[in-house]
């Protein structure tokens, strides 16, 4: 988002608040907005809850807090219901891997399973909540109909913090293969610390994620057909 600014505004803002407008015109009870856990930047603890300051570091964290005031703005002024998610690292079957700033998760699944080599920006041991998908779908179908979330944020993710070097870690376990690391310490590797506090989740929503991270990683080598030519041939 360093690079590339104005198309993050256009996209999480302006697209934002088109949508709202459309919701204000319709007449909709609620909306659930997909926010980020970036918007809390670089905190004084590794577990973050809601009630700690935004902290944006990107361009991208900006836009995605600027879209969950717009929200709670506009619902507020035009009578409906509004409830910001702020979702972790999540992955899962069907992630896209686009050619550049692909996601970790299957970026690093892929290089593993072809035998390329996996680039991790800095030492490694910065720290990650990683959320599977089934759990952040569970997330936001409570949030379309529990009580009292009005202009409410709440954190959805494992509750688990993971290193890069340990995720690689349960990458080589899942996958049978050994990874090829290279660290690239000229880049910046991002925040150093972000998993989040659930307490919040737990009582308004029910929330309670179900996937571990080793169980995640092998249902997305399982079950996404980009890594299906990729897998060892014994597992297929």
Known sequence: SLLYPREYNDVNVGGTV???EACRDVGIRRMVLTSSAPI???????????EMPPRPA??????????????????MHSGFETVA????????????LPPSHAPVIPQFMQQVLGRGSVVVF?????IRDFVFVDDVVQALVSAADAPHVDRQII????GQGAT?????GVIEKV???SANVLHNTERPSGLSRLVADLEKAKQLLGYQPQTELFAGLQRLMDEDPIFQHLRPVADA
């Open 175 to 177: 996958a049978g293969r």
């Open 18 to 20: 088109a949508l709202l």
């Open 40 to 50: 809390y930047g670089n905190q004084t603890t590794e577990i973050v809850n809601e």
């Open 58 to 75: 990107v361009p991208y964290a900006v836009s995605k807090l600027a879209a969950e005031q717009y929200m709670f703005n506009i619902g």
């Open 155 to 158: 954190n959805v993710g494992s």
């Open 164 to 168: 890069i070097n340990e995720l690689i």
């Open 85 to 96: 998610l702020r979702i972790f690292n999540a992955y899962g079957p069907g992630q896209p």
């Open 122 to 126: 800095g030492d490694g041991r910065q």
